[in-house]
Antibody, heavy 120, light 110 residues
Framework: QVQLQQSGPGLVRPSQTLSLTCVIS??????????WNWIRQSPSRGLEWLGR?????????GYAESVKSRITINPDPSKNQFSLQMNSVTPEDTAVYYC??????????WGQGTLVTVSS | QSVLTQAPSASGTPGQRVTISCSGS????????MSWFQQLPGTAPKLLIY???QRPSGVPDRFSGSKSGTSASLAISGLQSEDEADYYC???????????FGGGTKLTVL
């Protein structure tokens, strides 16, 4: 059974950097069949895919155009986890953030979600 | 504004059959498989249907999915009170190179 356990602060100041980590159990971040995604959800923007990292002979990443200039998703095989960093946050980045596995093209396992509020 | 289009609400009475629709375009639903998620209040979305019409283990066969062209549907038969939730459609978009979602349909069991 795959489990994704998220951690990170629930409050970030405007213009600062949002950092979240997702620890994987029951699978490997280096899996040839999986990709590791970050998705957020807010009342104003709904569900929004932010980006992903995956290993296919080498590490790959892909980001949504809307946040591409501000985010980095990094795998950490030594800890079997991956992370999200989003810089220059504004109140519009307030949302519940989820880490999600995609396996053979399906978003099948979700983390518990982290409410991140951007406020001074 | 979500890339995939869903009606914001739907309703039905216990035992009824309800259908939730999702429309997209050639770059997402037209070219890739469809997924549906159920989200109960305060919880993460749960995969309900994948690969257009497949159910993960544990999902009742009351839930079924279909796809035609650039549209897809989720049908729930024998509606139960615990089916009251938000339902989202999703697909990979080959033009955007990312996952896209519907805005969600809030299902009320009357």
């Amino acid at each position: 059974q795959v489990q994704l356990q998220q951690s990170g602060p629930g409050l970030v100041r405007p213009s600062q950097t949002l950092s979240l980590t997702c620890v994987i159990s029951g699978d490997s971040v280096s899996s040839d069949n999986a990709a590791w995604n970050w998705i957020r959800q807010s009342p104003s923007r709904g569900l929004e895919w932010l980006g992903r990292t995956f290993y296919r002979s080498k590490w790959n990443t892909g980001y949504a155009e809307s946040v591409k200039s501000r985010i980095t998703i990094n795998p950490d095989p030594s800890k079997n986890q991956f992370s999200l960093q989003m810089n220059s946050v504004t109140p519009e980045d307030t949302a519940v953030y989820y880490c999600v596995r995609s396996y053979n093209g399906d978003l099948d396992y979700w983390g518990q979600g982290t409410l991140v509020t951007v406020s001074s | 504004q979500s890339v995939l289009t869903q009606a914001p609400s739907a309703s039905g009475t216990p035992g009824q059959r309800v259908t939730i629709s999702c429309s997209g375009s050639a770059s997402n639903i037209g070219r890739n498989t469809m997924s549906w998620f159920q989200q109960l209040p305060g919880t993460a979305p749960k995969l309900l249907i994948y690969n257009n019409n497949q159910r993960p283990s544990g999902v009742p066969d009351r839930f079924s999915g279909s796809k035609s062209g650039t549209s897809a549907s989720l049908a729930i038969s024998g509606l139960q009170s615990e089916d009251e939730a938000d339902y989202y459609c999703a697909a990979w978009d080959g033009s955007l190179n990312g996952w896209v979602f519907g805005g969600g349909t809030k299902l009320t069991v009357l």
